[in-house]
């Protein structure tokens, strides 16, 4: 038996095919080996889009949740640990199941090529189907026609977030056909919430809804949503409601929150008690979602008066929001200045990210992802940023980047950590004192 449940997805990613072609044929054979664990599902909400899937999920979640319904949640990438990705009547998988289903499906592989998503998401469905639960959130991993969790024939509701421009190379040079792969995850007869959308994007959607028979609610025309005080109006046909502000900071967690309540209505049976849903909006939680780390051994090693945020956004949609949240966040820029470090993919245009935070950054320091060879160089990075007329300088990891930060300012500040998940998986590890 392996050692422990790293050594075994270590294994899985050797099987990586050397071509990507994104397809279901190899996963949809493992997962007729496993004895088809997909059609032994509870009831799944299947989720795409590009901006916003899993903080729309963390709110249906507490909901849900609130309502006293057994959830599993299953949503990529991970943070800090691969458990985070399975989440089973409310808690993360643990060690020895996480172990035995990866096991049993590298058994039931063998050898041949599959990606690491494909085969980690048939271990997902096989704890799905074992352990019974009330509703099953599912996370696209990437498009959607051609995801691998794209293997359930039946949900009980679609759900579309906002979609932009992300992952090219895969998924096509424009919002029409990013639009139609993501679209790919509507299913006939089966009811889809389409979150707000370019006209291109939404076109494309409503065509592929109209040749597979799905039903549409779309945001602007069928449902909105606004903030009003302390408080967001939903409204819809029947009239409108009112609703708590989500525990999620920023003003596009109030269009998220639109989503995850226009979802609640057609989970109805799952969610009758408004109190739940009400509840739900307001205990909503995300990792690296603007998140302000105010424990731990990042923030403590910072003088009195500095602040530390941490965001995985890493797209341009992503940049305008987080602009967004920032300028709404307490305290003026005059006192309480803005400083980022960051670091991304070379897969992901820097540029788009940063041009709109730029006019709101003091100073920034670029970092190279640690582990991620993929990622852009210190000095990459920093040149990017300077592109964008920010005032950067690359820094030789995490630490030494918040230490540059200090001594350079006059002032205290407020220091946002963002650019890719992956570093802000390596930003938790850090502050919760975990050695990689």
Not at 21 to 39: F, K, W, Y
Not at 78 to 88: D, G, Q, V, Y
Not at 238 to 265: F, I, K, M, Y
Request: hydrophobic share 45%; aromatic share 4%.
């Amino acid at each position: 038996m392996s050692q422990n449940s790293d050594a075994v997805l270590a294994r899985l990613n050797r099987l990586h095919p050397k071509i990507i072609d994104l397809s279901l044929g190899r996963v949809e054979n493992l997962l007729a080996a496993l004895g088809h664990p997909e059609r032994q599902l509870p009831p799944v909400v299947h989720v795409a889009g590009t901006n916003g899937k899993g903080s729309v999920l963390a709110m249906l979640r507490a909901m849900l949740e609130e309502s006293g319904r057994a959830t599993h949640v299953y949503t990529s990438p991970h943070l800090a640990r691969f458990h985070e990705r399975i989440r089973l009547s409310g808690q993360l998988i643990s060690e020895p199941d996480l172990l035995a289903l990866l096991e049993e499906c590298e058994a039931a592989n063998g050898e041949a090529p599959i990606t690491f998503f494909e085969i980690t998401t048939a271990a997902a469905f096989l704890a799905f189907a074992r352990q019974p639960a009330g509703i099953l959130l599912l996370e696209v991993g990437l498009g959607g026609r051609l995801d691998a969790t794209n293997v359930v024939a039946h949900p009980e509701l679609t759900i579309l977030t906002p979609i932009s421009m992300d992952h090219m190379q895969y998924l096509g040079d424009s919002l029409e056909k990013i639009a139609r792969e993501k679209a790919g995850i509507l299913k006939p007869d089966v009811p889809a919430i389409i979150g707000l959308q370019p006209p291109e994007a939404l076109q494309a959607i409503q065509d592929r809804a109209e040749e597979v028979g799905a039903p549409l609610f779309i945001q602007g025309r069928d449902f909105d949503v606004e903030r009003q005080g302390n408080e967001v109006l939903f409204r819809q046909s029947s009239g409108e409601t009112r609703w708590p502000l989500p525990g999620l900071p920023g003003p596009h967690q109030v269009e998220n929150a639109g989503l995850a309540l226009a979802a609640a209505r057609q989970l109805n049976a799952f969610l009758p008690d408004p109190a739940s849903v009400a509840r739900g909006l307001k205990k909503a939680s995300w990792p690296a979602r603007l998140q302000h780390l105010s424990e731990g051994n990042l923030p403590a090693n910072l003088p009195q008066g500095w602040e530390l945020w941490l965001d995985g956004g890493h797209n341009a949609a992503a940049g305008q929001a987080l602009a967004r949240a920032l300028n709404a966040l307490p305290d003026s820029a005059e006192t309480k200045p803005l400083d980022l470090v960051y670091g991304m993919l070379n897969s992901k245009t820097a540029a788009a990210f940063l041009e709109p935070l730029a006019p709101l950054v003091r100073q920034l320091r670029a970092v190279e992802i640690p582990g991620e060879p993929n990622s852009l160089s210190a000095e990459e990075a920093a040149w990017h940023a300077r592109e964008c007329g920010v005032r950067a300088e690359p820094a030789s990891n995490l630490s030494q980047a918040l230490q540059d930060l200090v001594q350079c300012s006059a002032q205290p500040g407020r220091i946002l950590i963002c650019g890719s998940l992956y570093l802000a998986g390596e930003v938790i590890r850090q502050n919760e004192g975990e050695t990689v």
